[in-house]
């Protein structure tokens, strides 16, 4: 209970009298009413998370890497494509679809897979940095 109350803001008792607030959710917590005041929590968070990425340079690589394989997906799988076209690799007598049919697939993967492996990784990496 103490944890929550320190994270999150507290028992709020000012709004209606009844502790519930039009500012978030309302949890119950032992008869006691928790109200969650998101805004002020994560605007502390972030500031915390600002001072954490500007004293350690990972996370803003990692953000890089986001920007760069999004350049790839954008430049270099058509590129990659016509060249596969050119030398006949595919199609081929055996393939019948080009890299090009493939696309969605490989976007999918990237933006579901690797996207949230990066995002995970920024928020690990900062948990532990603090």
């Known amino acids: 209970m103490a944890v929550w109350v320190r994270l999150f803001g507290g028992i709020d008792r000012s709004a209606h009298g009844l502790g519930i607030s039009r500012l ?8 006691k009413v928790i109200v969650c005041k998101w805004h002020i929590s994560f605007a502390a968070w972030g500031r915390n998370d600002a001072r954490s990425i500007g004293r350690d340079r990972f996370p803003l690589f990692m953000f890089g890497f986001i920007a760069y394989i999004a350049g790839v997906l954008r430049f270099l ?9 050119e030398k006949g ?3 081929n ?13 490989i976007v999918a993967y ?3 897979c690797t ?12 948990l532990v940095d603090e």
């Open 24 to 31: 978030g959710p309302v949890y119950y917590s032992e008869g």
């Open 77 to 85: 799988l058509p590129w990659f494509n016509a060249y596969l076209a």
């Open 115 to 126: 996207g949230a492996l990066i995002v995970g990784s920024i928020q690990g990496f900062m």
């Open 93 to 105: 007598e055996l393939i019948a679809h080009s890299l090009s049919d493939y696309y969605p697939m």
């Open 110 to 112: 990237m933006a579901f």
């Open 89 to 91: 690799i595919l199609p």
